[in-house]
């Protein structure tokens, strides 16, 4: 049986404890997921754990029951709201109606009151999950979806395959609404080794398919296609940030999958193009960005703009087996780049090749090479040594292993100074947004979204990247910036405590010591006093 989360806020701990032990939670098909004191810590409780319910007193401090529910909304609009409080104001009541709320309680609550409450909501909830998981009507979903000849233009576009006059003439033929200032691909990769027992690969990319339409596709113009096992993306942009707004939307797409399907997706995004011709390209970027999910991690969105910029120009005019190493340079360890290096030579060699073939394949490899250095900013020097000829020394190699074994050397020297490249460029990007934060502490309004504004990044990307290099997240490193300059001030400056909260960035003097105290184990009088 299907159990469903709950999240608890009341400022009253005994009210808390009441209402838990009112119930048999597990019996009625729930558990309790978390609660919290106040608005401020539900709401951060609400984004990590997305419950399924919220359940939430009018009266908190620092964050009332309304705007939480408001905000909780926000990041999940699907979330069931009830509302309990000890005033009987019909004013709140408006209020709860406007927010779809599944019941407005007056305290003290009735335990038969609640339990029927539930109930109904545990209908609704299995209601809903029966519809997005049913295999019935996921098969008619499917027999249902985009005509064949619809995918098979989008599919070509992704190929390249389509030039101004014949594709406008096929948009017009088959009614596709295909219109934006710029465009973008997207690809939606489902893992073959996380994936839910009891369910067919088909019907799994359908309930995914399914989920894309209904997340993605409400706010973005975006065509859906099948491919190869995963999902493709066309995306029509209008805004400058659109490209950001749709990788955290992705990012969420991918939370969401999870939660639903028990699938994991890795969602690879593409660099903005200016016209459907150059979808191509972008496509081949988003191919590439799903396969940084071995570095940066499954079950999320990785834009590969953010996370390689040198993929937006073209790849070195050599062969498949060549893009393939260099590939592996960026992305795979030792062993598996070791292991296309031979496959490539074995290829080359195994195929009839002439003399003149074999040289004209080590000037492009080399050439290739020298290509790759420079997008990636290496000097290549370091790569094949001081004053080194590498095209008469790749020349005179003379067996195919030697050629092997030569060319993981340089692929390995390549690999070893990408990676200190992009340490170098990441530990850049965190430092820049520490440098903003301690700029900007004191504005009350400061968030992880204004950061990634001035940072010109995506809140997903800057999120993973900012806990790996620091350990903590931005709102813990915000948190400590503010209480390590609040300390200075209060024991070096003398402020006063609702000086130093306006100066550190918190409008309710109240709250500001409520986080004090949590992050220093005592008020922030008691910390002056002790400090003397």
Known sequence: MDRYSVLMADDEEEILEIILRKLNWEELGFEIAGSAKNGVEALELAEELQPDVVMTDIKMPYMDGLTLAHRVKEINPKVKIIIFSGFDDFEYAKEAIKLEAEEYLLKPVNSEELEKVFKRIKTGLDRELDEKRNVDKLKNYYMESLPIMQESIYTALLQGQLKDKRREELFKNYQIEFSGDDYLAALIHLSSKERPEGIEPSLLLVSVRRLAGEELQGKW??????????????????????????????????????????????????????????????????????????????????????????????????????????????TSGKKELKESVKNLVEEIIGIKTSIQQYRIFVMEMIAGIYRFGSSNNLNMEDIFGKGADAYSEALSIGTPQQLVDWLCGISVKMQEKVANERVSSTKSFVERAKDYVRDNYSNKDLTIEMVCSYLAVSSAYFSTVFKKETGKTFGNYLTEVR??????????????????????????????????????????????AGAK
């Open 221 to 330: 113009n975006v065509k859906l296609v099948n491919w190869f096992g995963d999902i493709a993306m066309i995306v029509c942009l209008n805004e400058e940030d659109d490209v950001r707004e749709f990788t955290d939307a992705c990012d969420r797409f991918c939370r969401s999958v999870k939660k639903v399907t028990g699938a994991v997706v890795t969602v690879g995004i593409g660099d903005r193009v200016e016209s459907p011709e150059e979808l191509s390209d972008s496509f081949r970027g988003a191919d590439s960005a799903v396969s940084y999910r071995m570095m940066y991690g499954s079950g999320r969105a990785i834009n590969i703009a953010e996370i390689d910029p040198s993929e937006r120009s073209s790849l070195p005019s050599v062969e498949d087996g060549m893009r393939e190493v260099f590939h592996r340079i960026k």
């Open 483 to 528: 209480m390590k300059k609040a300390v200075d001030m209060l024991v070096n400056e003398n402020e006063k405590t609702y000086v130093i909260a306006e100066k550190t960035g918190y409008s309710d003097p109240n709250y500001f010591s409520y986080v004090f105290k949590k992050q220093f184990g005592m008020s922030p009088s008691k910390y002056k």
